[in-house]
């Protein structure tokens, strides 16, 4: 019997986790699906952006809640470094808290949601919170759930971007929604439109799953108390979405936190133990790796981790991949946190398809009351 990612599939639906490990697996059949998907769709994308991104006094809010807050702070720098507008990522759990700080009436406005279900409470509640106090406001909502309140609810100042049907996890944790609707924002907010790179990133993906399915798994066999996952620019979102895999998918028996590769030394370098696991995500930016490599070398000299290694090209776990932006390749580096997590849940016995069996963590966030920001 073939294996997925070093066990049969019989054997990951025994332990409650074969949704989870076919989701990895399948993500780069998705990406060239999206591809294809991106590529039928590209008028009537056109169409409702218009000139909104060479607009400078326009504002454009990359929004999602959890892992989808991650997409929206991966890729913003590097959309904004594109464009004469001015884009952020702000969590839908930020605009709702202190939508003031966030929102100005008069300001053009375009909301791009990122939603795996479009039915957490947050969701829907970031826009309508914005249509309240940004009547203009325009909304591109990409999410894998066609019959998601954020799809569903939709009015005509908004464009639905669906994923592929198969990205909307059945698992617990957010694995190919994750990077499906990263790799759906950087084309459609690309100036240049560039969904032939999903071809050659799926390409890339089913090369270092392949090549890293046996070490990830021999790697996460190692029991650890705790994981620091660590990346620059773009790549500290993806530490932070590892990082949250990580804690998930072990219910929160291994501890985890994300940082830079500078801002490490600052405190959160403290964490470290004989029990600790760091990994790396290396960046392609040569300054970057500089400053990567120092901190490497300190971890090495120090002796305080239990282990360290790097992932991306060129790293411990690596592939050869093109010179492309850090935003660009986050789905590839992501394939390894997602599978180590994956493993470790299995290690600890827990069914990773749904590790919190009480139910105090839900695949769908539950018991959030939202609050009208104009009663108060």
Known sequence: MTNLLQRAPQAWRDIGGLDTAEEIVHQPALWRELAAHLAAEKDSIAAFLGDTLGNPQQRVILTGAGSSAYVGEIIADEINAAWPCQVRAISTTSLLTHPALYLERSAPTLVVSFA?????????????????????????????????????????????????????????????????????????????????????????????LAAWSAPVAELAAQRVSRVVYLGSGPLEALAKEAALKILELTAGRVLAMANSALGFRHGPKAALNAETLVVLFRSSDPLSRRYEHDLLLELQRDQVAGRCLTVGAGADIGIDAPAWPDAWLAPLWLLMAQQYALHQSALLQLRPDNPFAGGTVNRVVQGVTIYRHDEF
């Open 116 to 208: 795996r279900s479009g039915n957490s409470p947050e969701s829907t509640a970031a826009v309508q919170l914005v249509r309240d106090m940004v009547p203009t406001a325009r909304f591109l909502n990409i999410t894998c759930n066609a019959d998601g309140a954020l799809a569903t609810q939709a009015d005509g100042d908004a464009f639905n971007l669906m994923m592929p049907a198969a990205s909307c996890d059945r698992g617990f944790a957010m694995t190919s929604s994750f990077t499906c609707m990263l790799l759906a924002a950087l084309c459609v907010l690309d100036p240049d439109f560039q969904p032939e790179r999903l071809n050659t990133l799926a390409a890339l993906g089913e090369k270092a």
